[in-house]
């Protein structure tokens, strides 16, 4: 069974850091793309950032390019989503997902959600 | 950024019932389109891939159509597992999501 299980998130201050991690169970965690989206009940849902299955190229939105970095330990089948320069429109519910192979941006499967938020 | 708006806001049917949601692009994104359905406290779930690819496991009472700009999510008889929020979804340039449709009990 395909299982994404997500931990971190919580409650930081404007300027501060937090290190999402998503575990990965079930299939070849190696051979997928994987992203991290993020929904909030303003802006609805948006993709944050993904990694190739090597981890060789990553994405991310402009919002948050400079102060996100994605990256994978594939020993591990663990996804990361390391956010620095928090914000308070970062504020949001973030959900790792895993990358349809035969389409590649659609998501077959997700975590189950981490609340991140930015408040002083 | 191709912006995806979805129509009705909110659909209030009975079950057993047809419902058809609405998806239209900003510029044409091909088929590139998806939809999810999403009940409270959980995440998407990949219903449609393609304008009318059904995923994995999805019931037979879902279908996609369109291409192009206009695309249509078709749930034929809803079920009580069915009212939940539904967005659509582009792949064409990069990645961006509908606002959502409610498919709420009449």
């Known amino acids: 069974e395909v299982q994404l299980v997500q931990s971190g998130g919580g409650l930081v201050q404007p300027g501060g850091s937090l290190r999402l991690s998503c575990a990965a169970s079930g299939f070849t965690f190696g051979s997928y793309w994987m992203t991290w989206v993020r929904q909030t009940p303003g802006k609805g849902l948006e993709w944050v950032a993904n990694i190739k299955p090597d981890g060789s190229d990553k994405y991310y939105v402009d919002s948050v390019k400079g102060r996100f970095t994605i990256s994978r330990d594939n020993a591990k089948n663990s996804l990361y989503l390391q956010m620095n320069s928090l914000r308070a429109e970062d504020t949001a519910v973030y959900y790792c997902a895993r990358d349809l192979p035969s389409t590649h941006k659609n998501f077959d499967y997700w975590g189950q959600g981490t609340l991140v938020t930015v408040s002083s | 950024e191709i912006v995806l708006t979805q129509s009705p806001a909110t659909l209030s049917l009975s079950p057993g019932e047809r419902a058809t949601l609405s998806c239209r692009a900003s510029?044409?994104?091909?088929?590139?389109l998806a939809w999810y359905q999403q009940k409270r406290g959980q995440p998407p779930r990949l219903l449609i891939y393609d304008a009318s690819n059904r995923a994995t496991g999805i019931p037979a009472r879902f279908s996609g159509s369109g291409s192009g700009t206009d695309f249509t999510l078709t749930i034929s008889s809803l079920e009580p597992e069915d009212f939940a929020v539904y967005y659509c979804?582009?792949?064409?340039?990069?990645?961006?999501f509908g606002g959502g449709t409610k498919v709420e009990i009449k």
């Open positions: 510029q044409s994104i091909s088929n590139y």
């Open positions: 979804q582009q792949r064409s340039d990069w990645l961006t």
